[in-house]
């Protein structure tokens, strides 16, 4: 099992950054994949970016490429997604995620969300 815990998320004006912290704890971190998706009110979850276990390989949907930016700390069991350049459609609860890289089941661990308001 891992648990993961999200924090950072927050209110915050058009044009401003936050950034998320995912604190996991229990089998060892770095045989994980780790990404952050999101759900705004009456949609469906999306995803927004993962990160390989030894962070060489990144991968965003369009909608945030340049703008938010995705690490991982192997040693202290963290991953970050900074976002910057904030938008109002930005706005949603974000989760941080975790699969092992030959899961075929798709992501198997979940946080419990971090609200995100990005006021116009």
């Known amino acids: 099992q891992v648990q993961l815990v999200e924090s950072g998320g927050g209110l915050v004006q058009a044009g401003g950054s936050l950034r998320l912290a995912c604190a996991a704890s229990?089998?060892?971190?770095?045989?994980?994949?780790m990404a952050w998706f999101r759900q705004a009110p009456g949609k469906e979850r999306e995803f927004v970016v993962s990160?390989?276990?030894?962070?060489?390989?990144?991968s965003y949907v369009d909608s945030v490429k340049g703008r938010f930016t995705i690490s991982r700390d192997n040693a202290r069991n963290l991953v970050y997604l900074q976002m910057n350049s904030l938008k109002p459609e930005d706005t949603a609860v974000y989760y941080c995620?975790?699969?092992?890289?030959?899961?075929?089941?798709?992501?198997?661990?979940w946080g419990q969300g971090t609200q995100v308001t990005v006021s116009s």
């Open positions: 990160i390989s276990r030894n962070a060489a390989g990144t």
């Open positions: 995620a975790a699969k092992r890289p030959l899961s075929t089941s798709g992501y198997e661990y």
């Open positions: 229990g089998r060892t971190f770095s045989n994980y994949v």
